[in-house]
């Protein structure tokens, strides 16, 4: 139980789909909120959506709100991030961590970070 595995990253077509996935070994997920991060270098990590253990609660950052998904499958341990309609603006490194706070925003209250996916969107 620990580092947590990205997948899923590419170059696409603005306006195209994208499909994250963030798999975990045994029970790393149980009892935690999942969040999805970026970063674009240079800049701090962004907060992009999070779903909590049970997955009857889901959290956005505003500016993938309508846009991207979060969703999670915890007999196969892999939580999601169905990314729609996307844009330049969304190229970034994406990172999977797991809290323990409920509705964390918060970076710092992360942990267990996986080693990132890039997705590049191109205009």
């Known amino acids: 139980q620990g580092q947590l595995v990205e997948s899923g990253g590419g170059l696409v077509q603005a306006g195209g789909s994208l499909r994250l996935s963030c798999a975990a070994s045994?029970?790393?997920?149980?009892?935690?909120?999942t969040g999805w991060f970026r970063q674009v270098l240079g800049k701090e990590r962004e907060f992009v959506a999070a779903?909590?253990?049970?997955?009857?609660?889901?959290f956005y950052g505003d500016s993938v709100k309508g846009r991207f998904t979060i969703s999670r499958d915890n007999a196969k341990n892999t939580v999601y991030l169905q990314m729609n309609s996307l844009e330049p603006e969304d190229t970034a490194t994406y990172y999977c961590?797991?809290?323990?706070?409920?509705?964390?925003?918060?970076?710092?209250?992360?942990?267990?970070w996986g080693q990132g996916t890039q997705v590049t969107v191109s205009s």
């Open positions: 045994g029970h790393a997920f149980r009892s935690h909120t």
């Open positions: 779903i909590t253990w049970s997955g009857g609660s889901t």
């Open positions: 961590a797991k809290s323990l706070v409920y509705d964390s925003r918060r970076s710092a209250n992360y942990h267990d």
